[in-house]
């Protein structure tokens, strides 16, 4: 019985060592995850602003690696013939594969002097809000490129607009707002390693500074601040990092000003790597119930039409490109991003969580 006993207390007092031991090694690691090698698989992600037009065989294993979901974002562009758009291909993708994609609709001016305008809009967007819509995208072409038949530029506090506004605040409907471009398209464009060169060398059509008949960066701006101030019940995302990506202090200025107003990064993380990493940081710190993570990542042809080179190259490229985010907002590595150097951010798994999925999935009310 003593015997028994002893052996009983020797057992106690190794499985005490045993969970003694445990929890200091537990302990040990979550310090590490505060600041660095956080598994990036395990912080759950939402690109908030995805264009995958079709779908590709490799698409939901990269995305489930990644532990991703994504919004498809339509745009209206219009063009002599009319409106284009891609809805219709992103609603056959989102039912293809309803675990990884959600659906943005998207709104443009033209035809905005009709008497029934907003009426009819109103009308689409019913129905696109069934299909799954569950925001609505303003692009730049309000402000840069379509006009009234007064032939003034349509800005995006427009009255004539704000029926539609009415209607998705009763919805609860956010909007995205691609308003003006960033400031280096009023500016002209000489060095190469400006993170904006490649698309204005593509895309000179929105390249202000080359088009003086186009409003100034600041009318854009303005506008689009009386727009946010005008309609306080009206969530709206500002994609892009709501076009003043070049100053971080500018967009806290409108997060600090306008409670309805959030942010996205899509396709500007080379001008937050060429801003000072602790200002980043901060910024990043003091409106992490803000900001949302975005790539403007997508592709424009079918599978069939691509070789399976083609198609591997683009799987690999898009992991890539994924790392690489990651490793500016998750790590203090060194980072290139469209020709800007500096180190990462390094920030604490809260935030991350917060900035890959939690406000974006409150801000879109998705299922969790
Ligand atoms: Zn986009």
Same mark, same amino acid.
């Given at each position: 019985?003593?015997?028994?006993?002893?052996?009983?207390?020797?057992?106690?007092?190794?499985?005490?060592?045993?969970?003694?031991?445990?929890?200091?090694?537990?302990?040990?690691?979550?310090?590490?995850?505060?600041?660095?090698?956080?598994?990036?698989?395990?912080?759950?992600?939402?690109?908030?602003?995805?264009?995958?037009?079709?779908?590709?065989?490799?698409?939901?294993?990269?995305?489930?690696?990644?532990?991703?979901?994504?919004?498809?974002?339509?745009?209206?562009?219009?063009?002599?013939?009319?409106?284009?758009?891609?809805?219709?291909?992103?609603?056959?993708?989102?039912?293809?594969?309803?675990?990884?994609?959600?659906?943005?609709?998207?709104?443009?001016?033209?035809?905005?002097?009709?008497?029934?305008? !907003?009426? @009819?809009?109103? +009308?689409?967007?019913?129905? %696109?809000?069934?299909?799954? &819509? #569950?925001?609505?995208?303003?692009?730049? =072409?309000?402000?840069?490129?379509?006009?009234?038949?007064?032939?003034?530029?349509?800005?995006?506090?427009?009255?004539?607009?704000?029926?539609?506004?009415?209607?998705?605040?009763?919805?609860?409907?956010?909007?995205?707002?691609?308003?003006?471009?960033?400031?280096?398209?009023?500016?002209?464009?000489?060095?190469?390693?400006?993170?904006?060169?490649?698309?204005?060398?593509?895309?000179?059509?929105?390249? !202000?500074? @080359?088009?003086? +008949?186009?409003?100034?960066? %600041?009318?854009?701006?303005? &506008? #689009?601040?009386?727009?946010?101030?005008? =309609?306080?019940?009206?969530?709206?995302?500002?994609?892009?990092?709501?076009?003043?990506?070049?100053?971080?202090?500018?967009?806290?200025?409108?997060?600090?000003?306008?409670?309805?107003?959030?942010?996205?990064?899509?396709?500007?993380?080379?001008?937050?790597?060429?801003?000072?990493?602790?200002?980043?940081?901060?910024?990043?710190?003091?409106?992490?119930?803000?900001?949302?993570?975005?790539?403007?990542?997508?592709?424009?042809?079918?599978?069939?039409?691509?070789?399976?080179?083609?198609?591997?190259?683009?799987?690999?490229?898009?992991?890539?490109?994924?790392?690489?985010?990651?490793?500016?907002?998750?790590?203090?590595?060194?980072?290139?991003?469209?020709?800007?150097?500096?180190?990462?951010?390094?920030?604490?798994?809260?935030?991350?969580?917060?900035?890959?999925?939690?406000?974006?999935?409150?801000?879109?009310?998705?299922?969790?």
């Amino acid at each position: 019985m003593i015997y028994f006993k002893r052996n009983l207390l020797f057992l106690l007092f190794l499985s005490f060592i045993i969970i003694s031991c445990k929890s200091k090694t537990e302990k040990k690691s979550s310090t590490e995850t505060e600041e660095f090698s956080v598994d990036q698989q395990s912080v759950k992600k939402i690109d908030i602003h995805a264009h995958y037009n079709y779908e590709r065989d490799y698409l939901p294993a990269l995305f489930n690696k990644w532990n991703m979901q994504g919004i498809l974002v339509d745009v209206s562009i219009a063009d002599s013939v009319g409106v284009n758009r891609n809805w219709n291909e992103y609603v056959v993708h989102a039912k293809a594969q309803p675990d990884l994609f959600f659906l943005c609709s998207s709104l443009i001016g033209n035809g905005i002097d009709e008497l029934d305008f !907003a009426e @009819k809009q109103i +009308e689409r967007l019913k129905v %696109e809000i069934k299909e799954g &819509a #569950r925001m609505v995208k303003v692009w730049k =072409n309000f402000g840069m490129v379509t006009k009234d038949t007064s032939g003034k530029f349509i800005q995006i506090d427009d009255e004539r607009l704000k029926p539609i506004w009415n209607f998705l605040k009763e919805r609860n409907i956010p909007v995205m707002s691609h308003i003006g471009e960033p400031i280096q398209a009023w500016r002209p464009l000489d060095d190469p390693n400006n993170p904006h060169y490649p698309y204005y060398n593509d895309a000179p059509e929105y390249h !202000a500074y @080359k088009h003086p +008949e186009i409003p100034t960066y %600041e009318t854009i701006i303005t &506008a #689009r601040d009386n727009w946010i101030a005008n =309609n306080p019940e009206l969530k709206i995302l500002g994609a892009h990092l709501g076009s003043m990506s070049h100053d971080v202090s500018m967009v806290a200025e409108r997060l600090d000003k306008f409670p309805n107003f959030y942010v996205e990064a899509a396709a500007r993380f080379g001008d937050l790597v060429g801003q000072d990493s602790e200002k980043v940081k901060a910024f990043f710190e003091k409106y992490q119930d803000r900001i949302m993570f975005g790539t403007d990542y997508g592709n424009y042809t079918s599978q069939q039409s691509i070789s399976s080179e083609e198609l591997k190259l683009e799987e690999q490229n898009l992991d890539a490109d994924f790392l690489r985010l990651w490793g500016y907002v998750a790590t203090k590595d060194s980072i290139v991003e469209r020709g800007q150097k500096n180190i990462g951010l390094g920030l604490p798994v809260k935030i991350l969580n917060k900035f890959y999925y939690q406000n974006a999935a409150d801000f879109l009310k998705l299922e969790q």
